[in-house]
């Protein structure tokens, strides 16, 4: 039985708990461990006297794995000019653990180039893509009193994915859905140890989500928002002020949906309360006065069918009516509900079902199974139509195209927020993940489709896609007959799961990850994972299905 493993997992040197290392020595410095912290300070050595024009590039190369002072011992390698001007954050390319090979050229052998094996890349503003492939880097260099330096070098650092792990760590912007309702998190990568910590996460802020994500939220930072000085940090609060660009005329309030952004934004490195001021403008505003905004938290008892009784296991009333004599009536296979009702589907047909209401027919020829917004906006996809998505409401229909290579779709689930979908393609023997922006008009109407957002892929026919928190999607695929379930963060790790011990034909999340996930087994067991095993839920029959809560 061959295992169905996470596609590119070194992406972050990271899959469960194991570190994946460099293949082979990169660095003989020194490991400082007297920190107070559980953070590693890597020491590698500076320039070496009389050190090749190689020596000197895979040791430039190597240095970025310490960030003390500003990448001190990295700027050792660069000349005078080339060491003030070099920019260490512009970028950060992940690579595997095949050592960068190094070409020389020119007639006096003072041009170089470094290719990399890249994983990923993170930008200025911390978010990380995949990219996969060589990249070239380019260097020049000089002899400076005999020795040889750079004097031009690329911006931003080279790390392993080894590295990467030890000295990076995730943190999640907040955004907003563009009505207010709900935050909207996108996961960004800065140095753990780093002095600037908070002031670098208040600048990904202003500069806005990510271009994949724009298309479907918002942020309360006016467009040319910036810091005026370092934040001043009071206990657990932090007192930020602005550049009175765009800002100047507006009423102090409307700074507030701001501040509480900002807060909900810092809240792992410790800030509680954020004050934004606008320079040239008196007075603060506090981010307590803001309204909360909905994470996107459910019920997390699952829901499932079990004969024609629609209920919660784990005792108490279920908050969703039950709509068990018709699920089963119909023969449904599938149902996701959100506050406008439920789409359900048979394998061939989608159903909309509303308490007290006679079932909608929306389609008879469906693809992979439909999904639901809270609004009530159903998004399918039909047989014959591998191009684009429907959205339908009340017996409306948008067409929304489908980007190149997203068409053959095995699986999709709307964000809770919204604003996301989640998708698997197959072509049986692996699949790709991918997370698409949903663009909407002023009323809340889907309109398009934003730029795929590449996740790491699967091995295997994909089946099902579920959210399971926020930041995470969990997927079910299936090669030589075994079920596997992988577990990746949208711009973070991924994890496979331990394998379930029989067939499984569904899962679904809660918004807690991996503890509310949940799977059907072939023969309608409920599976959830407890101590790396899969188990089945005590004292149910057979369940027809589970049901997804938005």
């Known amino acids: 039985m061959k295992r169905i493993l996470i596609a590119l997992v070194a992406v972050l040197g990271l899959v469960g708990c194991v570190a994946i290392p460099d293949a082979g020595p990169v660095v003989q410095g020194q490991v400082d461990t007297d920190q107070q912290s559980n953070d590693l300070l890597f020491l590698p050595p500076g320039p070496e006297e009389g050190a090749t024009q190689e020596e000197i590039i895979l040791g430039f190369l190597t240095a970025a794995i310490n960030p003390s002072d500003d990448f001190e011992v990295a700027r050792e390698y660069l000349s005078g000019l080339a060491a003030a001007t070099w920019n260490p954050n512009a970028r950060v390319i992940v690579r595997s653990g095949v050592q960068p090979e190094i070409s020389l050229s020119g007639e006096t052998e003072t041009e170089a180039s470094a290719v990399v094996s890249a994983l990923s890349e993170l930008d200025a503003g911390g978010a990380l893509r995949l990219t996969g ?35 990076f760590r995730a943190h999640t912007l907040s955004w907003v859905t563009p009505d207010g309702t709900r935050a909207v998190p996108e996961v960004r990568w800065f140095e753990r140890t780093a002095s600037t910590l908070k002031e670098r996460i208040v600048d990904a802020l202003l500069r806005g989500p990510s271009a994949w994500l724009a298309p479907a939220v918002t942020t309360y930072a006016a467009p040319d928002a910036a810091l005026v000085g370092p934040p001043r940090i009071t206990g657990t ?33 410790g800030v509680r309360e954020v004050r934004v001021e606008v320079e040239g403008i008196s007075g603060f505003i506090s981010s307590t006065e803001a309204e909360p905004v909905d994470q996107g938290s459910v019920d997390q008892r699952p829901l499932v069918l079990e004969g024609d009784e629609l209920r919660s296991v784990g005792g108490g009333t279920s908050m969703i009516d039950d709509v068990g004599p018709t699920l089963a009536e119909i023969g449904a296979t599938s149902f996701t509900v ?128 579920t959210w399971v928190s926020p930041t995470q999607v969990a997927v079910l695929a299936t090669d030589d007959d075994a079920a596997q379930i992988a577990v990746l963060t949208i711009g973070g790790v991924s994890e496979q799961l331990p394998t379930p011990n029989g067939p499984v034909r569904a899962i679904v999340g809660g918004s807690e990850g991996t503890a509310t996930l949940r799977a059907l087994g072939a023969e309608g067991s409920l599976l959830s994972l407890r101590d790396r095993v899969w188990s089945p839920a005590n004292g149910l029959d057979p369940i027809q299905l589970m049901v997804t809560q938005q």
Do not use: H
């Open 133 to 167: 492939g060589d990249r070239m880097l380019e260097f020049a260099l000089a002899q400076i009193e005999g020795e040889w330096r750079i004097v031009e070098a690329p911006e931003g650092i080279v790390l392993s994915a080894y590295y990467f792990d030890q000295l």
């Open 237 to 269: 609060t932090m007192t930020v002020t602005l550049g009175a660009v765009q800002l100047e005329q507006l009423p102090s309030a409307s700074l507030v949906p701001l501040a509480a952004q900002l807060a909900r934004s810092l809240q792992d490195v």
């Open 338 to 465: 959100g506050a406008a009702g439920g789409i359900a589907s048979t394998g061939t047909a989608a159903t909309w079902i509303v308490p007290g209401a006679d079932p909608v027919v929306v389609s008879t020829a469906v693809g992979a199974v439909p999904t639901v917004d809270d609004s009530g906006w159903v998004l399918l996809q039909e047989r014959g139509a591998a191009q684009r998505l429907v959205a339908w409401r009340d017996g409306e229909r948008v067409e929304l195209a489908l980007p190149p290579g997203s068409n053959e779709i095995a699986a999709m689930e709307l964000s809770r927020d919204g604003t996301r979908l989640a998708v698997v393609t197959s072509d049986g023997s692996t699949s790709a993940v991918w997370v698409l922006a949903v663009v909407r008009d002023v009323d809340g109407r889907p309109v398009s489709l934003g730029e795929p957002y590449p996740m790491p892929g699967v091995e295997g026919a994909g089946t099902d896609i």
